[in-house]
């Protein structure tokens, strides 16, 4: 799968990205603990932990957040103040609120 062009397509599937190397590196390890911190069952966790790098980068789809933001308040205002935050931190923001008011 290529990458998106886009600069908001970019920047979901970076995020996707690093959330689904993250989860595979961590479920590698322990599958149970990266099964509670990610917030998913174990069989999921299990599944991503044996996918290539070739089949991650084809489901990092950056037509949808691959998961669900559990931000709090408090990081999200550590955000924001951040001194020049980076546009993927300005969409994680946004994406933290918009998953709160669903």
């Known amino acids: 799968m ?3 062009n886009a600069s908001g397509s970019q ?3 970076e995020l996707n990205l690093a959330y689904l190397f993250c989860l595979r590196e961590m479920a590698r390890k322990d599958v149970a603990e990266a099964a509670v911190r990610f917030g998913i069952d174990q069989s999921l966790a299990q599944a991503v932990a044996d996918s290539t790098i070739d089949r991650i980068r084809a489901i990092a ?3 949808m957040l691959q998961f669900k933001m559990r931000a709090s308040t408090h990081i999200r205002s550590l955000i924001r103040e ?3 935050p980076s546009r993927l931190l300005a969409t994680i923001s946004l994406l933290s609120e918009a998953a709160d008011n669903e």
Do not use: F, M, N
Request: avoid cysteine; glycine fraction near 8%.
């Open 11 to 13: 920047d979901l599937y």
């Open 61 to 63: 789809d950056p037509s």
């Open 82 to 84: 951040a001194d020049g």
């Open 2 to 4: 290529s990458q998106p």
